[in-house]
């Protein structure tokens, strides 16, 4: 059996012959793709809803925690409140002599703003004579009255205070210098001012005194006011 070979066209070449053509169409209708297009819209649609109904239910379950709390708390301020109101019922009537007891303090206090314990002032002069060696055997005194009648100094206060009466004081020193001293050592204290001699006679016990003395206002004091300090004190 006899084989014929053909020879090849030229003008083929092999790589031609076995080339595929790069051809393509797209042959879906158009109905199809825009019903995809819709459904991938609806998916993200409910997508998006549902994120924000999640979004708002967390923000309402913690509104309401947050109510919940603000509740409980009003709750309990409520009752302490009430509490402290029994409590304060129980007690009327202790603030009510806590206030009565203030008001009758202040008024004291104004009745006796100008109040004079001769108690304190006396001691006074009875510790300023013994550091100066003296024995104060008497004391005569009387108040300016009011309206500014009445004892009147005619000396000032070397302090600057007002005089609010006068002092007789009457005594026996062992000497002369010692009746010196206790004038010297009134001048220093605060509740007198400008003591004077008035006369000084010896005789074998000693020496008898008498001294005038103001009274200023630094000597006023009393339980409702100032407290009283003796002389030396701060």
């Known amino acids: 059996m006899a084989?014929?070979?053909?020879?090849?066209?030229?003008a083929v070449s092999p790589q031609r012959v076995s080339r595929v053509l790069t051809i393509s169409a797209n042959l879906l209708p158009a109905e199809i793709v825009a019903a995809r297009r819709a459904r991938r819209s609806r998916t993200w649609v409910l997508i998006t809803v549902f994120l924000v109904v999640l979004a708002l239910a967390g923000w309402y379950v913690h509104a309401a925690t947050v109510k919940r709390s603000a509740d409980d708390e009003l709750a309990a301020a409520?009752?302490?409140?009430?509490?402290?109101r029994h409590s304060?019922?129980?007690y009327d009537e202790v603030l009510t002599v806590q206030a009565q007891t203030d008001a009758i303090t202040n008024r004291l206090s104004a009745l006796l703003a100008d109040d004079l314990p001769?108690?304190?002032?006396?001691?006074?002069l009875r510790d300023v004579g013994d550091e100066a060696g003296v024995t104060v055997t008497g004391v005569n005194g009387s108040l300016v009255s009011d309206g500014g009648k009445g004892v009147t100094s005619t000396l000032?206060?070397?302090s600057g205070a007002t005089t609010v009466g006068m002092l007789t004081i009457t005594g026996i020193a062992?000497?002369?210098?010692?009746v010196a001293r206790y004038v010297d050592t009134l001048n220093a204290?605060?509740?007198v001012a400008?003591?004077?001699v008035t006369s000084v006679t010896q005789n074998e016990a000693g020496v008898q005194f008498s001294l005038s003395v103001d009274v200023t206002s630094a000597a006023l004091c009393g339980r409702f006011t100032t407290a009283c300090k003796k002389a030396g004190e701060d």
């Open 174 to 178: 062992p000497d002369k210098p010692s």
């Open 88 to 90: 304060e019922t129980q």
């Open 3 to 10: 084989t014929t070979l053909m020879p090849l066209d030229p």
């Open 194 to 196: 400008n003591p004077y």
């Open 156 to 158: 000032p206060s070397a």
């Open 118 to 124: 001769w108690s304190t002032l006396l001691d006074t």
């Open 78 to 84: 409520t009752t302490a409140a009430t509490a402290v």
């Open 189 to 191: 204290v605060t509740m």
